[in-house]
T-cell receptor, first 117, second 114 residues
Framework: AQKVTQAQTEISVVEKEDVTLDCVYE???????LFWYKQPPSGELVFLIR??????QNEISGRYSWNFQKSTSSFNFTITASQVVDSAVYFC??????????????FGQGTELSVKP | NAGVTQTPKFRVLKTGQSMTLLCAQD?????MYWYRQDPGMGLRLIHY???????AKGEVPDGYNVSRLKKQNFLLGLESAAPSQTSVYFC?????????????FGAGTRLSVL
């Protein structure tokens, strides 16, 4: 069965520190997609990144970077030089690929990041 | 640029009462989803729809019903609310199915059942 584990429930850092949020997933599928979403204090979920199982290239977007390693079934998220505005709950999610069916997202438990000034 | 809009934002119910949560999207997306978010459990899929007039069960469908009479709207109903349904409910939509497309979420509805 598919499963996503975010072992870090809460992380607290001081502004400008780097922080890595861990995500480990389980799936028997060879084709799948991984996502990260951000949930700021206002409550909405904001899409950050999508990665398919055939693309292990790391990605960098400004202060954000993602490290995808199929060998360890991990899709970790690093924020460089964290800022107070990064304070949020971050969710990692796994999606089955089922043609012509709704794409079910399997979410991890979420990691609450607190960045203090 | 509304995206996905959920109403109401907050609601308090007494056990046994009924209510309907409305989700509306203006992106002409074919696929829509209802999730619930509980502390320490992430989001779990309740029901989803692959098109107008169609619905299907997700991971935790018991106690909920849904309808998709119009492409842009997806309704979630609670016929007889229970305290276990106290949660934050999120609606999402995606253009494509299959699991590879990005799901766009509404701002959520916080429901308390007393």
């Amino acid at each position: 069965a598919q499963k996503v584990t975010q072992a870090q429930t809460e992380i607290s850092v001081v502004e400008k520190e780097d922080v890595t949020l861990d995500c480990v997933y389980e799936t028997r599928d060879t084709t799948y997609y991984l996502f990260w979403y951000k949930q700021p204090p206002s409550g909405e979920l904001v899409f950050l990144i999508r990665r398919n199982s055939f693309d292990e290239q790391n990605e960098i977007s400004g202060r954000y970077s993602w490290n995808f390693q199929k060998s360890t079934s991990s899709f970790n998220f690093t924020i460089t030089a964290s800022q107070v505005v990064d304070s949020a709950v971050y969710f990692c999610a796994l999606s089955e690929v089922r043609y012509n069916q709704g794409g079910k997202l399997i979410f991890g438990q979420g990691t609450e990041l607190s960045v203090k000034p | 640029n509304a995206g996905v809009t959920q109403t109401p934002k907050f609601r308090v119910l007494k056990t046994g009462q009924s209510m309907t949560l409305l989700c509306a999207q203006d992106m002409n997306h074919e696929y829509m989803y209802w999730y619930r978010q509980d502390p320490g459990m992430g989001l779990r899929l309740i029901h989803y729809s692959v098109g107008e007039g169609t619905t299907a069960k997700g991971e935790v469908p018991d106690g909920y019903n849904v309808s998709r009479l119009k492409k842009q709207n997806f309704l979630l109903g609670l016929e007889s609310a229970a305290p276990s349904q106290t949660s934050v409910y999120f609606c999402a939509s995606s253009r494509l199915a299959g699991g590879w497309d990005i799901q766009y979420f509404g701002a959520g509805t916080r429901l308390s059942v007393l």
